[in-house]
T-cell receptor, first 113, second 111 residues
Framework: DGGITQSPKYLFRKEGQNVTLSCEQNLNHDAMYWYRQDPGQGLRLIYYSQIVNDFQKGDIAEGYSVSREKKESFPLTVTSAQKNPTAFYLC????????????FGDGTRLSIL | GQQLNQSPQSMFIQEGEDVSMNCTSSSIFNTWLWYKQDPGEGPVLLIALYKAGELTSNGRLTAQFGITRKDSFLNISASIPSDVGIYFCAGQLRGNEKLTFGTGTRLTIIP
């Protein structure tokens, strides 16, 4: 089945440690996105990529990094510079053409040990 | 960034009741999307609206793209237990894939 796969489902980080969240899609979508969701809040955009080897900062990019070496993959690294990383992280993709809706994975919940 | 005001923040209803929620924006959007999120999962697209005044249904769900292009409405008729969850609106500008999300409406069904 076509879809977006995020892994792991749950992730724990120690202080000062970088962690990487995986996002893979087999929908042949050009654009991919990372969002952060905190309790009682909407989704906030961290980074997005409209094409391979290119990505742009979203509204809350500080403390995060991404890469887009393959069309199918858009991993997110939460660095030690992100002082409040505990959140639910959602990856999405879209065809990349204007007005095409985004489809989401099932998320990764990151917690601090 | 742009802000979307979504209301109400939460709703407590009995099974079988109809539900209405809305989103308003200070900016004009070209596309309005409605998503539903269950606990611990990602949002699932319910309805996409592309034209001012458009009224679109998906089963018991009906959404409308406001004439001013600054608002959208979602109605759920004859609610059932599986309707429980958080509903998000999102607006999109033409030529820009970025979405702006509302803060969500949490729907709870009282036994």
């Amino acid at each position: 089945d076509g879809g977006i796969t995020q892994s792991p489902k749950y992730l724990f980080r120690k202080e000062g440690q970088n962690v990487t969240l995986s996002c893979e899609q087999n929908l042949n979508h050009d654009a991919m996105y990372w969002y952060r969701q905190d309790p009682g809040q909407g989704l906030r955009l961290i980074y997005y990529s409209q094409i391979v080897n290119d990505f742009q900062k979203g509204d809350i990019a500080e403390g995060y990094s991404v890469s887009r070496e393959k069309k199918e993959s858009f991993p997110l690294t939460v660095t030690s510079a992100q002082k409040n990383p505990t959140a639910f992280y959602l990856c999405a993709s879209s065809r990349g053409v204007s007005n095409q809706p985004q489809h989401f994975g099932d998320g990764t919940r990151l917690s601090i040990l | 960034g742009q802000q979307l005001n979504q209301s109400p923040q939460s709703m407590f209803i009995q099974e079988g009741e109809d539900v209405s929620m809305n989103c308003t924006s200070s900016s004009i959007f070209n596309t309005w999307l409605w998503y539903k999120q269950d606990p611990g999962e990602g949002p699932v697209l319910l309805i996409a609206l592309y034209k001012a005044g458009e009224l679109t249904s998906n089963g018991r769900l009906t959404a409308q793209f406001g004439i001013t292009r600054k608002d959208s409405f979602l109605n759920i008729s004859a609610s059932i237990p599986s309707d429980v969850g958080i509903y998000f609106c999102a607006g999109q500008l033409r030529g820009n894939e970025k979405l702006t999300f509302g803060t969500g409406t949490r729907l709870t069904i009282i036994p």
